[in-house]
T-cell receptor
Framework: AQSVTQPDIHITVSEGASLELRCNYS??????LFWYVQSPGQGLQLLLK??????LVQGIKGFEAEFKRSQSSFNLRKPSVHWSDAAEYFC????????????FGKGTKLSVKP | DSGVTQTPKHLITATGQRVTLRCSPR?????VYWYQQSLDQGLQFLIH???????AKGNILERFSAQQFPDLHSELNLSSLELGDSALYFC????????????FGEGSWLTVV
């Protein structure tokens, strides 16, 4: 069965430090992979997505993610975190090439220390 | 602002009752998706409509139903409500049937007491 695992429920980083959020997926073929961010009281906003090609994907707000087929991973990174990045981050997989019928991970809550 | 509008933003109702959540997609979008976000289950896909037709079903209970109207707005009907139905219900929309980015609304908070 298709699934997405985000091993870290909550991460705290200092402002200006680098960030890596982990995501592992289980899917038979090459999946469509997504990272969404949810700020308190807000809907989900797409940060970036991967379909094929270059395995390093650039997104909005300075985020990037790397697809590693051998590790079934799609980790999200940011070189320098800002206080406004505090939010919950969700990794998702789109089975069968769908961008809408998504399977989400449980999310990682990011706190940023001043 | 994603352009997807959901009403009501908050709703408190009693067990056994029925509620209707409404979603207006972005202008020009033909697809509407419904998701449920709960503490227990996380974010789960419920159902997808494209131009009035049901296209895909996810983990949607039989007590729940949805429809998309000719003006493309959608309604999610939740009946015989239980405490466990308390959740944030998101609507999302996209232009096409599957190959396009989806845009989420801010959600409707449902509390069942």
């Amino acid at each position: 069965a298709q699934s997405v695992t985000q091993p870290d429920i909550h991460i705290t980083v200092s402002e200006g430090a680098s960030l890596e959020l982990r995501c592992n997926y289980s899917y038979g073929a090459t999946p469509y992979l997504f990272w969404y961010v949810q700020s308190p009281g807000q809907g989900l906003q797409l940060l970036l997505k991967y379909f094929s090609g270059d395995t390093l994907v650039q997104g909005i707000k300075g985020f990037e993610a790397e697809f590693k087929r051998s590790q079934s991973s799609f980790n999200l990174r940011k070189p320098s975190v800002h206080w406004s990045d505090a939010a919950e981050y969700f990794c998702a997989v789109g089975p069968g090439g769908s961008q809408g019928n998504l399977i989400f991970g449980k999310g990682t809550k990011l706190s940023v220390k001043p | 602002d994603s352009g997807v509008t959901q009403t009501p933003k908050h709703l408190i109702t009693a067990t056994g009752q029925r509620v209707t959540l409404r979603c207006s997609p972005r202008s020009g979008d033909l697809s509407v998706y419904w998701y449920q976000q709960s503490l227990d289950q996380g974010l789960q896909f419920l159902i997808h409509y494209y131009n009035g037709e049901e296209r895909a079903k996810g983990n949607i209970l039989e007590r729940f139903s949805a429809q998309q109207f000719p003006d493309l707005h959608s309604e999610l009907n939740l009946s015989s409500l239980e405490l466990g139905d308390s959740a944030l219900y998101f609507c999302a929309s996209s232009v096409g049937a599957s190959g396009n980015t989806i845009y989420f609304g801010e959600g409707s908070w449902l509390t069942v007491v």
